[in-house]
């Protein structure tokens, strides 16, 4: 990046930006943020998007899957045709209540089966030839959205940041744990380190002590934030279910972050895959049920719209060993407690129509975060994707 | 700068710094040649004692048998890391070392099968103080890249455009200089470009067109090496390289016309690496401030130069694993097939803060205490949490040698040269106000020393 165009779109000059009383003058705003927000919620490994959504009518499904065909008896049914698996009693609730919109044969041309690869493309919004080193959360934090000169405008919760959340300018904020975080921002070394003098320090220098300084207030701030409020729901005591958590407090306590980046990984159901899978969907269900109404109790589920992908679904065909390989096309969950159009956003896959063995892309995945960008977030994707993609009209 | 700065920043840009056991002494002169004369011997990448399971032997296995065996000796892929790790430590041959990691980052892949990723990186380490046209030659082949870029599914009657796409886009000649239409028929040219059972290059004839092709608008029933060849013949190759190679060695700030200089030396010398390197590395402007501290150290540099500066041996350098992937670069592993993308990139609050925090680490044998995303190479299947870095950094850092060093310098006078040693551009760190009160002056001297190195300054080359 050049030196001049990071001060012209920080609007900041050198020496401005590495006076310490200068950043903390966001610290004192306080108040109820009622702006829109997005929560970004990763399934790592390949969620089977199949025995998520089964088709239950489908014959080719229960063909190809004779072991792993989920019966349509046990199937928590939303369409005549689509039933959620069993384990999934929290999206069945949301899906009921009006809460969520599904996109089916989600994915991007010329699929790549390779997780970090195709994870890559889904966190930069690139195409499938095409390299990347900044996150469609972080372009748009490099687009001069409104309120996006705040580090902690984007919070990804754990302790490293994910490159959906680098840009070229500006980059979200990773914080796991806001107390801790906190404590060692307190260390005695970092607090001499941001009294140097370091108004004569320019480019790299002066944007390593830039990046501190804010590390020093966001710390703050958030950790501020994070007392506020504390949840009396009970979450599901594993990671994701205490991150969401995390999420919530933040929320309810009127932190003014508009982007919140978790997930959850050990989708990679390559075996046995059945009571694997079947843990980790009730995990998912569970703990986003549980977030909404947390949310929702302290009226923020309006304001909030959250999104549930994976880097490509799996096979149609099971495998050997009772499990799936890595696949393409997946569906993608839209929720939230102001959706324009909540269900079934478009038909389920055909499965009568595959590309050597894996489902058809009908969706466009940049058009899920183009329409979230210019319909929910209210700035132009286009500048953020690179191109139009068309508005699916959830929000 | 004094003489003395000049051969630190020399030591620091043409290898990962100076080691624990040489001084600042000498004449830049002398260092440069030093610099440039000792890459002669150099230790290949082996691991001892290791089953080398050849593609013919895998593909005789059941899917299940190769699944299992891939993970098993997926393991062998970090010990390569490692053991690379201490090989940067220690080399004589630290022009080979650091211009390896350049071109690792360059050619760039990401394999499983540790005996493609030993003969892959030792092609480059092998090649990079030689012909950049050997090097691309000899990269190309590589098992690794054959399986990375998928030729080995590039056939006659399926052609897979993806290596011929990117040893132009990124290898090369760089985009817009070539059209779709030569990615096509390169891509031809490089049909058959495969793996033997062995684990060797083969031209497996019955895949390969050996029809006409027309690329760049020459026609001709071209092979995969005329192509290559081609390719270098077009000076912009030499100036796509040279862009890169300057962005790595002098500043990301790139200086067009000295790039275009650079250039036009490095195509008349055919390539050849060295006499590049020479080129820059003896150049006043190398020296000059605007190019002195001005890069952010990768994680592989920094944690190199840590090792080499304090002198420091592991017990066990597995944690060292972590550190890479928590700070954004772990060999072997890059994000993708356009390397790191470097500079700012490296740097965001978490990996600033942990990069602060590093050497006390170190120093104090600690845990790092943070916990890296799953990325899936090394997955345990049902594992829901992240895992997390809790192995301490168990080793000994060389004090004593260390401090030595400052025996002889005036109390007043040791956080400057501490600073002259360690940092590329100290002019405005100040001592700290408050310290612990030290015990003993060997005490205050670690004090300030660890201060430096966990300096916003150190992470500058």
Known sequence: MKRRDFIKLSGLTTTAALIPGFLKAFEGKTGNFSGKRVVIVQLSGGNDGLNTLVPFRNDIYYKERPKLGIKPETLLKITDEAGFNPALTGFRKLFDGGRMAICNGVGYPNPDRSHFRSMDI??????????????????????????CDNPWYAVEVDDTLSL????????????????????????????QLADQKTESASGELAFLYKTLAQTTSSAAYIYEKSKVYKSTLTYPQLQLGNELKQIAELIRSGIESKIFYTGISGFDTHVQQTNTHARLLQIVGDSLSTFTDDLAAGGELENTVILVFSEFGRRVKQNASNGTDHGTANNVYIIGGNLKQGGMRNPLSDLSDLDSGDLKMQLDFRSIYSTILGSWLNVDSKLILGREFSNLGFV | MTEKQKIAHLYRRAGFGMNIREELSGTLNGEIERVMNSNQQWEELFLQGEDRVTTGQLMAMSPEERREIIQDLAGNVKKLNLEWLRIMGKAEGQLREKLSLFFHGHFAVRVRKFNHVETYINTIRKYSLGYFGDLLMAVSKEPAMLRFLNNVQNKKNSPNENFAREVMELFSLGRGNYTENDIKEAARAFTGWGISEEDEFELKRNQHDSGMKTVFGKTGNWEGEDVIRMILENPQTALFITRKLYRFFVNDQVNEVRVKELADGFFKSRYHIPTLMRTILSASWFYEDENVGCLIKSPV???????????????????????????????FFPPNVAGWAGGRNWIDNSTLITRLNLPKRIADSAELDISYKNNMDDANPNEVDKPKAKKTLACSVNWTLFLQKFDKIPKVDRFNAVCDLLLACNASLQQPRIMKPATSDSEELKQITLYILRTPEYQLS
């Not at chain 1, 966190?123 to 309120?147: F, H, M, P, V």
């Not at chain 1, 680098?166 to 796991?176: D, E, P, Q, R």
């Open chain 2, 301 to 331: 540099d920094l944690i190199v130069s840590l090792n080499r500066t304090l002198g420091i041996s592991y017990e066990n350098p597995q944690p060292l694993l972590a550190v890479q992937r928590v700070l954004g670069q772990t060999l």
């Open chain 1, 164 to 191: 959906a959340m680098k840009g070229n300018l500006k980059s979200g904020f990773a914080v796991k744990d806001p107390a801790r975080l906190q404590t060692l921002m307190q260390d005695s070394f970092l607090r």
């Open chain 1, 122 to 147: 889904w966190q930069t919004g690139s195409n499938a030839d095409e390299y990347l080193n900044t996150g469609w959360i972080g372009r748009l934090l490099d687009s001069k959205c409104k309120g």
